[in-house]
């Protein structure tokens, strides 16, 4: 794994993992990051082009932001931000937040 930084519009102390990147061939998925959240930091609010990205919530717990919602999650749960949507999350938990981030690829005619 190689780390990453800037690719998810953090803000504070985050630590991000390339575990996957397509760098040949025609994955849907353009790449997986495991991303450590500690208590107070978050992926700030951002918006990407025409990518998809989908989070799942390993461990700890804290709050999403999408478009003009917000709302909790914890361990367990999946969450897409769809193409061109803003989104952001924060830690706002006593322990850190593992995620893992998936990127799609939008699907070429």
Same mark, same amino acid.
């Given at each position: +794994? !190689? *780390? /990453?930084?800037?690719?998810?519009?953090? =803000? &504070?102390?985050?630590? =991000?993992?390339?575990?996957?990147? !397509?760098? !040949?061939? *025609?994955?849907?998925?353009?790449?997986?990051?495991?991303?450590? $959240?500690?208590?107070?930091?978050?992926? &700030?609010?951002? !918006?990407?082009?025409?990518?998809?990205? *989908?989070? /799942?919530?390993?461990?700890?717990?804290?709050? +999403?932001?999408?478009?003009?919602?917000? #709302?909790? /999650?914890?361990?367990?749960?999946?969450?897409?931000?769809? =193409?061109? @949507? *803003?989104? @952001? $999350?924060?830690?706002? &938990?006593?322990?850190? $937040?593992?995620?893992? /981030? #998936?990127? $799609?690829?939008?699907?070429?005619?």
């Amino acid at each position: +794994m !190689r *780390t /990453v930084s800037g690719d998810h519009g953090g =803000a &504070g102390s985050l630590n =991000a993992w390339r575990a996957y990147d !397509r760098s !040949r061939g *025609t994955s849907p998925i353009a790449f997986i990051d495991l991303v450590i $959240l500690p208590a107070g930091s978050s992926i &700030g609010l951002h !918006r990407h082009g025409d990518d998809e990205e *989908t989070y /799942v919530v390993l461990r700890g717990c804290g709050t +999403m932001t999408l478009g003009e919602e917000s #709302f909790p /999650v914890r361990a367990g749960d999946v969450i897409n931000n769809p =193409a061109y @949507g *803003t989104h @952001g $999350l924060v830690n706002d &938990g006593d322990e850190d $937040l593992h995620l893992l /981030v #998936f990127e $799609l690829a939008p699907e070429t005619p």
